[in-house]
């Protein structure tokens, strides 16, 4: 059983930085794509960046150019990196885990963390 724990979320004003952190358990993670997601409150959720097993990154077009998504493969850890912080990136922040499993699309969600971006 995957299980997946994210920390790093706090209270920024705009323009600052915060790095967001997702441990994951179970022995699947190098072969995994790991993503972050966020979800504002009213609104659904949102893909922010995702990163393949190969180290592969994708970005929302909102975040592109201020957030930086990598993996330690070693440690079973995503980390986020956002930098330029806006009000509109406020929401809780989760961490994704998803991978093939035989015939099986396993899929995994952290508890989240909240960011708040705010003068």
């Known amino acids: 059983q995957v299980q997946l724990v994210e920390s790093g979320g706090d209270l920024v004003q705009p323009g600052g930085s915060l790095r967001l952190s997702c441990a994951a358990s179970?022995?699947?993670?190098?072969?995994?794509?790991m993503g972050w997601y966020r979800q504002a409150p009213g609104r659904q959720r949102e893909m922010v960046a995702s990163?393949?097993?190969?180290?592969?990154?994708d970005y929302a077009n909102s975040v592109k150019g201020r957030f930086t998504i990598s993996r330690d493969n070693g440690k079973n850890t995503v980390n986020l990196q956002m930098n330029s912080l806006k009000p509109e990136d406020t929401a809780v922040y989760y961490c994704?885990?998803?991978?093939?499993?035989?015939?099986?699309?396993?899929?995994?969600w952290g508890q989240g963390t909240q960011v708040t971006v705010s003068s």
């Open positions: 994704n885990q998803r991978y093939s499993d035989g015939l099986l699309l396993r899929n995994y």
């Open positions: 179970g022995s699947a993670f190098s072969r995994s794509t």
């Open positions: 990163i393949t097993s190969g180290g592969n990154s």
